[in-house]
């Protein structure tokens, strides 16, 4: 199975900016369709931000758009999500995620990182 594995989590003041990567194994990575979700605790799993297999379709959240990019390197086999202007409420566990087929279907998925934003 594919292996994903997120990193650049931590700790940041509102306001302030921090990029996620996912770094993924296999070499059908450059057809898979990438999304990056996010969980807070107590609540429902949501969609942050998806990306095409070619990089040239993007989809954002109306929470996220204008403050989140999404990413890729194909080359590299790593996606990114950066964040700016963060705020209190992006509070959550990160997670990114590979659609093989690009039909929304998410089939594997990494561990996480927690992003903490304070006030």
């Known amino acids: 199975q594919v292996q994903l594995v997120e990193s650049g989590g931590g700790l940041v003041q509102a306001g302030g900016s921090l990029r996620l990567s996912c770094s993924a194994s296999?070499?059908?990575?450059?057809?898979?369709?990438m999304g990056w979700f996010r969980q807070a605790p107590g609540k429902e799993r949501e969609s942050v931000a998806t990306?095409?297999?070619?990089?040239?379709?993007?989809y954002y959240a109306d929470s996220v758009k204008g403050r989140f990019t999404i990413s890729r390197d194909n080359a590299k086999n790593t996606v990114y999500l950066q964040m700016n202007s963060l705020k209190p409420e992006d509070t959550a566990v990160y997670y990114c995620?590979?659609?093989?087929?690009?039909?929304?279907?998410?089939?594997?998925w990494g561990q996480g990182t927690q992003v903490t934003v304070s006030s």
């Open positions: 995620a590979a659609d093989p087929r690009g039909r929304g279907k998410y089939e594997y």
């Open positions: 990306i095409s297999w070619t990089g040239g379709f993007t």
């Open positions: 296999g070499r059908s990575f450059i057809t898979y369709a």
